[in-house]
């Protein structure tokens, strides 16, 4: 249904450094990168990040979140420690969230900027 999703943040070059090395364990890099604009995905871009001098206010009760398809649970864990070293915060450590499914396995990081983003994978085992 979406072709792609854009976000602004303030700080261009620690938002790469940090979705460089959360994205990079689900296969997903940045496929273009301008002064003040990166572009994320895998093949094309889904994921576009621009410089703002008035990114919308991160809201942690709003709901709002961004959800990265991982290849296997593996995966998650991966992103899940790389966005915790990159400069993320814990928002969900990696496991089971039975109420969302009986393979729905994910870990939840938000990010420098305050944005709430997810890697799930429905594989089992």
């Known amino acids: ?44 871009v889904a994921f576009w990040i621009s410089q703002s001098p008035r990114p919308v206010p991160a809201d942690e009760g709003s709901g709002l979140h961004f959800c990265f398809t991982a290849g296997s649970r593996a995966a998650v864990d991966a992103f899940h420690t790389a966005a915790l070293a ?28 305050g944005y709430r983003i997810e890697a799930y994978c429905g594989k089992a085992g």
């Open 86 to 113: 990159a400069g993320g915060r814990d928002n969900g450590a990696p496991g089971l969230r039975a109420k969302y499914g009986a393979d729905y396995y994910a870990a939840f990081a938000v990010d420098p900027d």
């Open 1 to 44: 249904m979406l072709d792609h999703v854009s976000i602004g943040v303030r700080d261009i070059a620690a938002t790469r450094r940090f979705y460089d090395a959360a994205l990079a364990p689900l296969g997903y890099s940045c496929l273009s990168a301008g002064t003040d604009t990166l572009g994320y995905g895998r093949g094309d």
